[in-house]
C-alpha cells in the first residue's frame, strides 16, 4: 500500500503559540508533498506544495511566515502554524505522492490534524 | 480561477437506491478528473479518474463516473448503493499543466439508511 500518516490527528493551543505538524509516507518515498486547509462544509483548499531539498511553493494568499513547510527528507514535510491565533483553527491535511511516479502520480491523502486554537 | 462544484452537500439514500452526485468545474483546456472518497475517520482516497479516452470511467467498488466535456460535468454514479457507501465524497480537478495541484469541490456527504 502507500500510506500517508499524520501527527498529532487533534491539538489544542493557546493563541500566540506554535505549532507542529508532521506528515509522512510510511512505505514510500515522496519527492513531493502538498498540505491542505479545510474549513468546515468547504473544500480542501491547497496552501503549499512541498519539494523535497527545496523551498515550498505557495498558493496566493497563503502567508508562508505564518505556515512554514519544511520537507527535509523524502518521507517526512512539517507544517508549522506559527504564532497560532482562532482564526487558523481548522483541519490540515497532507498528500504526498510517490518519487518517480511523474507528475501525474496518484496522491495518497493523510487523515488530517485538527488545529483548534484558543 | 478554476472552480469546482458539488451541487449536493448532504444526500441521504436507502440501501439499493441508485447514486448520481453532481459535479462540475470551470476551466476551458485540458483536464484531468477525480473522484475521492473519505470513509468516516478514514484517509481520503481515490474512487476513481479520468485523464483522457473513453469519457465513461469505472472505479471501485461498483462506482463509475461520465466526463461530459461539453457540460464540464463528471457526475458520480452507482446503480445500488449498500450502508458501507456511508462516507464524504469529493470531486476534484487537475488542469493541464497544474503539477498534480487538485482543485477540490466542498463534498457531498452521503448517508445510507439500510
Known amino acids: 500500500g502507500a500510506v500517508v500518516s499524520q501527527h498529532p490527528s487533534r491539538v489544542i493551543c493557546k493563541s500566540g503559540t506554535s505549532v507542529k505538524i508532521e506528515c509522512r509516507s510510511l512505505d514510500f518515498q515522496a519527492t513531493t508533498m502538498f498540505w491542505y486547509r479545510q474549513f468546515p462544509k468547504q473544500s480542501l483548499m491547497l496552501m503549499a506544495t512541498s519539494n523535497e531539498g527545496s523551498k515550498a511553493t505557495y498558493e496566493q494568499g497563503v502567508e508562508k511566515d505564518k505556515f512554514l513547510i519544511n520537507h527535509a527528507s523524502l518521507t517526512l514535510s512539517t507544517l508549522t502554524v506559527t504564532s497560532a491565533h482562532p482564526e487558523d483553527s481548522s483541519f490540515y491535511i497532507c498528500?504526498?505522492?510517490?518519487?518517480?511516479?511523474?507528475?501525474?502520480?496518484?496522491?495518497?491523502f493523510g487523515e488530517g490534524s485538527r488545529l483548534t486554537v484558543l | 480561477a478554476q472552480s469546482v462544484s458539488q451541487h449536493n452537500h448532504h444526500v441521504i439514500l436507502s440501501e439499493a437506491a441508485s447514486l448520481e452526485l453532481g459535479c462540475n468545474y470551470s476551466y476551458g483546456g485540458t483536464v484531468n478528473l477525480f473522484w475521492y472518497v473519505q470513509y468516516p475517520g478514514q484517509h481520503l482516497q481515490l474512487l476513481l479518474k479520468?485523464?483522457?479516452?473513453?469519457?465513461l470511467v469505472k472505479g471501485i467498488k461498483g462506482f463509475e463516473a461520465e466526463f461530459i466535456k461539453s457540460k464540464f460535468s463528471f457526475n458520480l454514479r452507482k446503480p445500488s448503493v449498500q450502508w458501507s457507501d456511508t462516507a464524504e465524497y469529493f470531486c476534484a480537478v487537475r488542469t493541464a499543466g497544474g503539477y498534480n495541484k487538485l482543485i477540490f469541490g466542498a463534498g457531498t456527504r452521503l448517508a445510507v439508511h439500510p
Open positions: 479520468y485523464f483522457s479516452g473513453d469519457p
Open positions: 498528500s504526498a505522492r510517490k518519487a518517480l511516479a511523474g507528475e501525474t502520480g496518484e496522491l495518497f
